[in-house]
């Protein structure tokens, strides 16, 4: 199991360590910090540095001052495996001395760091200097001699707060444990609220790969399904969405919904992973997503499609070599959606030759502008309605150069919003059922939203 | 604020602080404790204030006995004494009504590692771990694993562990899961205990829990599921179904282990079962899902998948396009991509393949762009309907001149002329033309490689070959070996030109180099040349075998291991638990399960290695009684071994072009072995049954050499192998007995084929016919690493326990290592029996031979003994059979021979060797018949060899 936890600033400072494990080795009992760069060692003289130091110092060096880019994530100096993200410049380091399940450690440095922006905002140095306290107390509590225990925010602000726990009756703190360890403890009891309501978003990444030619090389939809609710008590809800496997199941049922969606209305989901409050087992045999939600916002399911695609944008590159000085480029972007939906903050990212000189741009929406620091001619357009069409044309001088590698060409990438889900998935209910309340799932009020934006979205040229 | 303002502080006045620790204010107590902990993080050693410290301990503030306690977990082991005064309020705590403070009192204690202070713990642990409060209960699980990591023996006598196996039935799920990890951390130290019993009870009750725990303890009942053997594969298929709803987990860690759990238990499903069809199915999507996680679960990822689909290919196969990398991927996740889409290239897909490794052979990082010119032409070789295209794709590549990219392109080009000879020849002018950019030792290997054995077609062969000679000595090995076998090449392909050159490279390999694989590279040419020209063509040029259409493949028996190991580190790593974990820990070697249609061998390959015999294992009973000082774990019923893979004949094939060449034809006639594994196939590729032609083999193969075969004296047989490495668990041990000097010696060379260092051997005979018994302790003195071998003399002496075996001259032995005790048996020629003094009077042989009766005499033909009867003679001696008298009839040579045997048996014989004929009449009479037939064999073995 994990044999301790450092959180380094990016100097290779140590801002929070936390042993569990002797065999780790115990923390600099100083204060003095190798500040200076250790260039990558040769193995012999890694070891010897490990034996003479410790875990901390090795990490430090190896990783965090070493020269090259990060070459994995998990490293092992010295038979002591060391596993890091990184959150803006802070570094989150775990380490081992045995064989932990690699995949569980690495969840829980992005639990963790979830947890640190439940509490106290954006991870930071000055943040984390701040905290400290709070953060041993997190610790202490969500990572038990390396063991990775509850950790969601909604039990975990119950009793860990900054104010310290005041006259806690005893109901109260028996309250607390049965909700730490409890079946669903992800939610605190006796949540009450005024109004009931609750957010659905659907939002989905839609990345393609398409060849000069309009070939779609690969393609596929990433979507999140996130949902932010404010209901009191222990709501059971259900949750229903055009599934091609549903629906066709309901289908044959004579359900008349499903009978006016079947067909090309219903989409195929490739894979699907839920929230741990989602009923796996239900789900596996009924394909049905029953939950009692968490408080708040959270992540209820993540999916991915592949098949039938609305890809909201076409990119039409023609690219033409005018001698050896010059380049000229004109690309055409088509909008494929309902003409009454506007898409939003499109960008067009056209890359140019290292060895340009200069470039003219003629667009005929949107401002489009030549950037030498990125190597690109960026073109902005803030709205664009559906069934549309703009182009950009533009000259490129390049200097001459007696360099035999060719230019690579990297494919022109595209940024967009749209507000339609390009999977085709719908929403089509969200039950909310309270037994012990006097609410119905009329009373809730009920908000949903789509959003697709573009993931990867590359045509080569 | 708080924070800077301590972290700043040059020095810490340690006085002012325990003034300040020491104040009646809470306010200003907490404020002083939480400056201690500040500078202590940072470094500072601020164990000077521990009584201090201490004395804030004892305060209804929960906020400040937790940094209390925190202060306490860093130095009580640095202050032993002082952590005593802990143990009171620890206990005090352990009953407060506050479950939270309870269990926090609970969790620091055994986080204090001071030995002194834990039997106080003890009592204080009892009772949390029946505490009414859940909280209390799965924080005091963790914590009997805590106390076991400082003090086994204690967790032990105290019966904690009874009590942790009772938390398995939990009515809550989290302290199950949590006496779950406990339990599965705890056998981990004591691989033979059966700590965690499963059984299909316990099992059931962990399944119950699996579906109401929180992520981590679903991953902690999962891993724990993984090391369950299903009875049958009813029992497997109902556990499938129950844990592949686990499949839709938002954790990828869950994700994982559930994955490992199915892959483990789907070995015992039968394949025509329509489940098994619909669970690989059920594989594919969330694998593939694990790939839109962050970086660092992506690559843990992929290092799985990258097992999974060389274990079962099929469930990926269509997936290929998701492992295409994306611009911004990490390098890391990009490298592991490259090599999946390898794996996966089939003839359905290659075009796509090809078209991405095309694009990725233009990026800037250098590995990657490597990697993906390799990978072009791994992909020429694995699909034949694509080679031309990736040959003509990486001569677009070769043309870019870009350095590196030309000596990868190079490297593998030499590949493709191995797999498809005479189809893309045409391409050498091209590659000649970048002969001066190469710089690395493999692309100018496969260079020297490619003009060496494609000399005619290329006019000035000579001319290359040579500017390469011109830094021979700074040149490394592996370029220098080939630069050896490309000259001699040539030299045979065109010798009026090259004569000079020939012998400039041998005489640099053989008197220049002190590199000993070089020179007897050089020696062996040489001798082959001088010797027989004709016959050097036929070696050295001779037809090369087909090279294996996939590489780097991982070797089965750890391939297994590791799909066991699935979600963890070994995985990451791709090396098992006992190659980066010390201890005791991790060291079990897990297995899959076998099936229920017997084995089921992934690759073809393996199923046409034939399977050892296990003719020589004794039976068990009186064996087992009598090797009594050897800690007797009963030889554990494994599985059937698994099926060695004739794959890694194949790989060496890759290893040079010119030895293989050389080795092939030679083995093949000499040894008449089939395999042709000479000097470099790896030995555990060896199917124990040939072992013996192929030694015959070598033997003759190094008597070529320079003529000097073995030293006259007694006769020594070849050693045989006695224990194949898989029935000795990765242990191989091949051997043979002599007799030197009087002493006779058992002389093995033990092989360490497992993955782990072998120590602690020892050795032990059964009771055997002549009482052979060791003279001392085996002599193992250092470890056996991994592929490591060693060669032990062992000398024994006649004074064991006797009892009469059969054959005769059988002997039952067991070794142990740290590993386990392996049981063979063997037979030692009789002739190391035969003591020094057993030379007869001539006299008393005539008495002696009248006097046995004729009954016990015995006769026996050695047939294809070209010798005569003076060479026989001496041949006899050197192993104490005496000649006492000859004499000549007819042409026939007649041999009066005594021998003894260290039990003092004597044995008379008379030797008929008729002048010209191969054919040798020995009679032996013997007062104890029973020998005869061992002493023929020796005979025969003495005077054949």
């Known amino acids: 199991m994990i044999g301790g936890l450092f959180i380094y600033n990016h100097k290779g400072e140590v801002l929070i360590s936390r042993v569990y494990r002797d065999d780790i080795g115990y923390v600099a009992q100083r204060s003095f910090m190798v500040t200076s760069c250790i260039k990558p060692a040769t193995l012999f003289n890694v070891n010897l540095f490990v034996c003479r130091r410790n875990a901390v110092d090795a990490f430090r060096v190896n990783v965090i001052h070493a020269r090259q880019q990060v070459r994995s994530p998990v490293t092992n100096i010295a038979r002591t495996s060391f ?23 690495f969840e829980f440095l992005y639990k963790m760091c979830d947890v640190m922006t439940a509490y106290f905002g954006k991870i930071s140095e000055e943040n984390i200097k701040n905290n400290f306290v709070l953060i041993y107390e997190l610790l202490d509590e969500i990572l038990d001699f390396g063991y990775p225990q509850n950790s969601e925010t909604g039990a975990l602000k119950t009793f860990i707060t900054q104010q310290g726990i005041k006259g806690q009756t005893k109901e109260e703190q028996s309250q607390i444990t049965s909700q730490v360890t409890g079946q669903i403890g992800w939610r605190r009891e006796g949540i009450k609220y005024r109004r009931n309501e609750l957010f659905l978003d659907v939002l989905e990444s839609v990345n393609l790969l398409m060849s000069p030619q309009g070939q779609v090389l690969s393609a596929h939809v990433s979507g999140r399904v996130v949902m932010k609710s404010y209901l009191s008590g222990m709501p059971e809800c259900k949750f229903g969405m055009n599934d091609k496997i549903v629906i066709d199941k309901q289908g044959k049922g004579g359900d008349l919904y499903a009978f006016c969606c079947s067909g090309k209305q219903s989409i195929a989901i490739d894979d699907c992973t839920f929230h741990q409050c989602v009923r796996l087992s239900k789900f596996d045999s009924e394909r049905s997503i029953s939950f ?70 003629i667009c005929m929406k949107g401002k489009a502008k030549y950037k030498a620091s990125e190597n690109a001619i960026v073109w902005k357009i803030k709205r664009m309605a559906g069934m549309k069409e703009s182009q950009i044309s533009a000259e490129i001088e390049l200097l001459p150069t007696n360099d035999k590698k060719k230019w690579a060409r990297p494919p022109i990438s595209m940024n967009f919003e749209v507000p339609f889900a390009p999977s085709g998935l719908k929403v089509r209910y969200l039950k909310v059922f309270e037994s012990k309340l006097n609410y119905s799932d009329h009373d809730v009020i009920k908000w949903v939203r789509y959003i697709g934006r573009s993931g990867i979205y590359e045509t080569r040229c | 604020v708080l924070f800077v303002k301590f972290f700043t502080m040059n020095s810490i006045f340690i006085f002012e602080l325990k003034a300040e620790l020491n104040s009646d204010k809470k306010e200003k107590k907490k404020e002083a404790v939480k400056k201690v902990i500040a500078s202590m993080t940072v470094g500072k050693d601020v164990s000077a204030l521990f009584p201090d410290v ?78 009414e409060d859940p909280y209390v209960r799965k924080t005091a699980a ?80 999962l891993d724990c599921l993984a090391n369950y053997t299903p009875r049958d594969d009813r029992e497997s298929q109902s556990i499938c179904e129950r844990v592949t709803p686990r499949l839709s987990h938002a954790n990828s860690a869950v994700v994982l282990s559930a994955v490992k759990v199915l892959m483990k238990f789907m070995e015992m499903l039968p394949k025509d079962l329509d489940y098994y069809g619909t669970l690989l199915k059920k594989l594919a999507p969330p694998l593939v899902t694990l790939l839109s996680a962050e970086p660092e679960l992506q690559y843990v990822a992929l290092r799985n998948i990258n097992l999974i689909v060389q274990r079962r290919p099929e469930i990926l196969k269509h997936e290929m396009k998701v492992f295409f990398v994306k611009y911004n991927d990490p390098i890391y996740v990009k490298l592991e991509k490259l090599d999946i889409m390898i794996r996966l290239a089939s003839q359905a897909n290659i075009a796509q393949v090809l078209a991405e490794l095309k694009e990725y052979a233009t990026e ?63 391409v050498i002018a091209t590659l000649c033309e970048n002969l001066d950019s190469l710089d690395e030792p493999e692309a100018r290997a496969a260079m020297i490689w490619i003009v060496g054995e494609y000399a005619e077609r290329i006019d000035n062969a000579d001319e290359l070959l040579e500017s390469f000679l011109e830094g021979f000595h700074d040149e490394s090995t592996q370029v220098q070996l080939q630069l050896l076998t490309g000259i001699v090449k040539l030299f045979l392909k065109k010798p009026t030109e090259t004569q000079e050159l020939v012998q400039q490279v041998l005489s640099l390999a053989t008197q220049d180099s002190d590199n000993p694989d070089l ?49 963890t580190l070994a995985s990451v790593y791709h090396k098992p638990p006992s190659a980066f974990v010390e201890g005791s820990r991790g060291v079990q070697h897990k297995r899959l399960p076998g099936s229920a249609e017997s084995v089921e061998s992934p690759e073809p390959a393996s199923a046409a290695v034939p399977e050892a015999s296990p003719s020589i294992i004794p039976s068990q009973g009186d064996l087992l009684g009598d090797l009594l000082n050897l800690d007797l774990t009963p030889p554990t019923s494994t599985a059937a071994p698994p099926p060695t893979s004739g794959l890694q004949m194949g790989a060496m094939d890759l290893l040079g ?77 091949s051997g043979t007995f002599a007799r030197r000097s009087g002493v006779i010696q058992m002389e093995m060379t033990l092989t360490n084929k497992a993955m782990s260092v072998m120590t602690d051997f020892a050795i032990q005979f059964n009771r055997n016919s002549f009482g052979l018994a060791p003279a001392g302790p085996l002599q193992v003195l250092t470890p056996l690493s991994p592929n490591q071998s060693i060669e032990v003399s062992l000398p024994l002496n006649t004074l064991g326990p006797i009892m009469k075996m059969d054959p005769l001259n059988n002997l039952q032995v067991a070794v142990k290592n740290n590993i386990d005790v392996f049981y063979f048996s063997c037979q030692y020629p009789m002739s190391v029996l035969f003591s020094e003094d057993g030379k007869m009077e001539s006299k008393v042989f005539l008495v002696t031979w009248k006097d046995i009766p004729n009954d016990n005499e015995t006769q026996c033909q050695i047939k294809d003994c070209h010798l005569n009867s003076d060479a026989a003679s001496n041949k006899l001696q050197g192993s104490n059979v005496f000649t006492i008298a000859k004499r000549t009839v007819e042409g026939q040579d007649m041999l009066y021979q005594s021998l003894k045997l260290t039990n003092g048996i004597w044995v008379l014989a008379e030797l008929k060797v008729q002048t010209g004929s191969p054919v040798f009449t020995v009679s032996l009479k013997c007062r104890a018949p029973e020998v005869s037939q061992a002493v023929f064999q020796s005979y025969e073995a003495i005077l054949r060899n």
């Open chain 1, 83 to 105: 596993f890091h993200v990184k959150r803006s410049n802070i570094w989150l380091a775990a380490v081992t001395k045995q064989n932990v399940n690699a995949a569980m450690v």
């Open chain 2, 142 to 221: 963790v914590c009997v694993a805590k106390l076991h990591d400082i003090n086994a023996q204690l967790v032990e006598d105290q019966g904690f562990l009874d009590t942790l196996k009772d938390l398995i039935s939990d009515s809550n799920p989290m302290v199950v899961a949590n006496a779950v990890a406990a339990l599965s951390e705890i056998a981990e130290s004591h691989p033979n205990s059966n700590l965690l019993d499963l059984n299909p009870q316990t099992i059931n009750k962990l399944l119950t829990a699996l579906n109401e725990c929180t992520e981590w303890g679903q991953i902690f009942i």
């Open chain 1, 292 to 361: 009692i939600p968490p408080d708040g916002e959270y992540e209820l399911m993540r999916y991915r499609t592949t098949k039938d695609i609305i890809l909201p944008f076409r990119v039409i590159p023609l690219v033409r070599e005018v001698g050896r000085t010059k380049l000229e480029v004109k690309v055409v972007i088509k909008s494929n959606f309902k003409p009454s939906l506007l898409a939003q903050k499109i960008e067009v990212r056209i890359p140019t030759p290292l060895n340009t000189s200069g470039v003219q741009v």
């Open chain 2, 657 to 733: 072009g010119g030895l293989d060449s050389l080795v092939r034809p030679l083995g093949g006639d000499l040894g008449g072995n089939p395999m042709g594994a000479g000097f470099g196939a790896p030995a555990s590729a060896m199917p124990p049954s040939f072992s013996a032609p192929a030694s015959g083999g070598l033997d003759d193969l190094f008597d070529l050499g320079g003529g000097v075969g073995m030293p006259t004296g007694a006769y020594t047989p070849p050693k045989t192998m006695w224990l194949p490495a898989m029935k000795g668990k990765g242990l191989e041990i």
């Open chain 2, 519 to 567: 020179r007897d590279r050089g020696y062996i040419y040489w001798r082959l040349l001088s010797t027989d020209p004709v016959a050097a063509k036929e070696v050295v040029l001779a037809e090369k075998p087909l090279i294996s259409e996939e590489t780097d493949l991982i070797e089965p028996t750890l391939l297994e291991e590791l799909i066991c190991h699935i979600g």
């Open chain 2, 364 to 426: 800037v990082d250098v590995d990657f762009v490597r990697k993906a010119v390799r990978a072009i032409g791994r992909c020429a070789i694995k699909v034949e309907q694509s080679a031309e295209r990736c040959v003509s794709t990486l001569l677009d590549l070769i043309q870019t001149k870009v350095n590196y990219v030309v000596q990868e392109a190079i490297v593998v080009i030499k590949d493709i002329f191995r797999k498809y000879p005479n189809k893309y020849e045409s």
């Open chain 2, 54 to 131: 201490v004395n804030c301990m004892q305060t209804d503030n929960l906020e400040l006995k937790k940094l209390v306690y925190l202060y306490l977990m860093n130095y009580a082991k640095s202050q032993p004494d002082m952590a005593i005064m802990a143990v009171n309020t620890f206990v005090k705590d352990c009953e407060d009504p506050n479950p939270l403070i309870r269990a926090l009192a609970v969790r620091t204690m055994g986080c204090i590692r001071v030995d002194k202070i834990t039997e106080y713990l003890c009592e204080p642990l009892r009772k949390c771990l029946k505490d």
